[in-house]
């Protein structure tokens, strides 16, 4: 086999109208640190006008919000992450709910289960969950789940809980025909990340064909799992131009098209304006 060179196109060349979203990124990782206004403004360039940024934990929410003062079109999400379920108990929870309270904070979140790294039990992370799970409910906030090698039990505790038909967003599905369904059926939100754009991922390609127009989203994940062809570097919310068009030719749909709906969908979501900065 022959290792042809990739060529790494820039994501400006494929810019899109400025009403796309990413509606999963990290922008608060320390990867970001030497050129986060740069990327920022790369996002802009290529037509990204909101950006839902994930902060893992109430520390480090405290600790790095104020990146992003001067952003409006970044809005935060804050959760305690099913990887860190040992670092954190009874005050981390507290802290949770008090940023709840009093911050601008438009979902709970990424929760759920992990079961590919063995960072935390799994009692310990069924516990977080459930906790989580209430929290959000008592105060009406939106869930975003993260769920890795742990569907059966992902599904179960939601079922179990009550969450069909809740606000609920599935981030970085990477799961077949039946899974899409299901979470469909409870009526939930699906975020379709870069490796969509892999050539191994036909299973999840099917199932993406699937999905309805009104409940589809794209995000990153940055600093991880970037498209092709940046596969293997840095991800960041640009890169959503290639998602995109993987997205589109898969569906049929002019990108355009999708790259509006998607944004549309994840400011409906999360409840959220258009950047009132932004010309458009
Ligand atoms: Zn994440």
């Not at 050129?35 to 990204?48: F, H, K, M, P, T």
């Not at 909101?50 to 919000?65: C, D, G, Q, R, Y």
């Not at 860190?84 to 979902?107: C, N, S, T």
């Not at 030719?249 to 959220?272: A, P, S």
Request: with cysteine; hydrophobic share 40%.
């Amino acid at each position: 086999m022959g290792h042809k060179k990739v060529e790494r196109i820039d994501p400006l060349t494929l810019a899109l109208p400025a009403c796309g979203a990413d509606s999963h990124a990290h922008l608060d990782d320390e990867a970001f640190d030497a050129d986060r206004s740069d990327v920022l403004a790369r996002a802009e360039a290529v037509g990204i006008s909101t950006i839902v940024n994930i902060f893992l934990n109430p520390l480090e929410f405290s600790a790095k919000k104020g990146l992003f003062a001067a952003h409006s079109n970044v809005a935060w999400v804050l959760g305690i992450h099913p990887c860190d379920g040992l670092r954190f108990g009874e005050d981390a929870l507290e802290a949770l709910e008090k940023a709840l309270r009093e911050e601008p904070i438009v979902a709970l979140g990424e929760i759920g289960l992990d079961y590919h790294w063995p960072d935390c039990p799994r009692e310990v992370q069924l516990a977080l969950f459930a906790r989580e799970l209430e929290l959000a409910r008592s105060l009406h906030k939106p869930v975003v789940i993260h769920c890795r090698e742990a569907e059966a039990d992902c599904l179960t505790v939601l079922e179990s809980h009550g969450f069909a038909g809740y606000p609920l967003l599935w981030h970085c599905f990477g799961g077949d025909q039946s899974l899409a369904r299901r979470l469909l059926h409870n009526g939930w939100m699906i975020s379709v990340p870069g490796p969509v754009t892999y050539p191994a991922n036909s299973a999840m390609r099917s199932a993406i064909a699937t999905i309805p127009d009104d409940r589809l989203l794209i995000e990153t994940d940055c600093p991880y799992l970037a498209p092709h062809p940046w596969r293997g570097k840095r991800n960041e919310p640009a890169f959503t131009v290639f998602t995109a068009h993987a997205i589109a030719e898969i569906r049929q749909q002019q990108v355009e098209q999708l790259w509006k709906m998607t944004g549309d969908n994840c400011r409906r979501f999360f409840g959220l304006k258009r950047d009132p900065l932004s010309s458009v």
